[in-house]
């Protein structure tokens, strides 16, 4: 056989393979009832729920698929130690679908706020969500809803949308060391409807010191303060690549002098 033939078959059984294998992980989270009412923390539920009798993570490689279309409304908190993988289904071309979104509600039966959407402090994959900082009834005022306190974890965030929060959306509160990479995403209309104060409206908030900072091919759109909030820390390696910036309100960066080493 031809080096060149045997290079396809190789790369098409190394494909076949790997896709085996994640399907072999995948955990498809429905969102509804069967009849489209939407089903409140069907999200948390799959994801806290999945454990084995003494309590311990069933697969810690487990890949959580979010349907097209779906509504994943939740009042309870995810607080992941654990690697934790949020993969939305690709919408397709048709205006009917859209990506799975992700969002903080009310309590149906309380009526209760949610006090963060997910914790973490242990590696996170996100990847074709719609994430609302907002709850059902428009209140913008959460503070952080992904909030991050890892040390020497990895962080991947691709194609998503993060839009109506009066803080970031996401954070790397606590800890130090991380990889972040952010890439394909877009950060808009991040504005407090009311404004109360000039801190309001941030893209990406960082509070610690990184090894990897990767932020590329990104859009910043209507956001109030700044696309990337640095308050403390620094990084061994920066990357702010590619990305587009429209209608910010006072700086890129907060404090970007001061990021990397």
């Keep these: 056989m031809k080096l060149k033939y045997f290079i396809v078959l190789a790369t098409f059984f190394s494909v076949v393979f790997t896709s085996q ?3 072999q992980h995948e955990l498809i989270v429905q969102w509804d009832d069967g009849s489209g009412n939407i089903v409140q923390d069907a999200l948390y539920n799959a994801v806290m729920g999945d ?4 309590g311990s993570r069933l697969d810690l490689d487990r890949i959580y698929v979010l349907k097209a279309g ?5 009042n309870k908190t995810i607080a992941a130690n654990f690697p934790l993988r949020l993969v939305g289904e690709e919408p397709g071309s048709t205006f009917e679908t859209h990506p799975p979104t ?4 009310l309590d149906i039966n309380t009526g209760n706020p949610p006090g963060k959407m997910i914790t973490s402090s242990d590696n996170l994959y996100l990847k074709n969500l719609y994430v609302i900082g907002s709850d059902e009834v428009g209140s913008s005022g959460y503070y952080q809803p992904i909030e991050i ?5 990895r962080f991947i965030v691709d194609n998503c949308v993060f839009e109506r929060s009066d803080f970031s959306l996401l954070a790397w509160a606590g800890g130090h060391d991380n990889d972040i990479f952010i890439t394909n995403c877009k950060f808009r209309n991040l504005i407090e409807s009311n404004p109360t104060q000039q801190w309001t409206g941030r893209g990406i908030s ?8 990767v932020i590329e091919n990104n859009t910043f759109f209507n956001v109030n303060m700044c696309a990337i909030q640095i308050e403390n820390g620094a990084a061994n390696y920066v990357r702010f690549n590619h990305n587009t910036l429209v209608n910010i309100g006072r700086a890129m960066s907060s404090t970007s002098n001061v990021w990397w080493r």
């Design 21 to 23: 294998i994640f399907a």
């Design 51 to 54: 454990t084995a009798a003494n």
């Design 70 to 74: 779906g509504y994943y409304w939740n």
């Design 102 to 105: 992700v969002q903080m509600v």
């Design 149 to 153: 306190n890892a040390v020497e974890k």
């Design 206 to 213: 960082v509070w610690t010191d990184a090894d990897t900072i």
